[in-house]
Nanobody, 122 residues
């Protein structure tokens, strides 16, 4: 059983930056594809980005390409999301997720964090 705990969310002005962290425990972190999803009020949970178990491959949603960067430190059992040039439409609860498989759909992920709120003001 893997436990995931996100941190780093907050309120930021448009154009600003935030760095989210997700600390994992209880499992073989380096075996998992790690991903970030986000969910705005009244909307579905959307894929943001994912990184392969060793960090060699990443994938991004078109809406965040060039602005967000996912990375991981397997020695620290932590995955990061660096968010730059933030826009009001990036406002959402951001969730960290882990999967033995890979994919862009929430159903592919077995373990989830509790989420961290990101609010971007205009």
């Amino acid at each position: 059983q893997v436990q995931l705990v996100e941190s780093g969310g907050g309120l930021v002005q448009a154009g600003g930056s935030l760095r989210l962290s997700c600390a994992a425990s209880g499992g073989a972190f380096s075996s998992y594809t790690m991903a970030w999803f986000r969910q705005a009020p009244g909307k579905a949970r959307d894929f943001v980005t994912a990184i392969s178990p060793r960090g060699s491959r990443t994938r991004y949603a078109d809406s965040v390409k060039g602005r967000f960067t996912i990375s991981r430190d397997n020695a620290k059992n932590t995955v990061y999301l660096q968010m730059n040039s933030l826009k009001p439409e990036d406002t959402a609860v951001y969730y960290c997720a882990a999967s033995i498989w890979a994919g862009q759909f929430p159903s592919a992920y077995d373990y989830w964090g509790q989420g961290t709120q990101v609010t971007v003001s205009s």
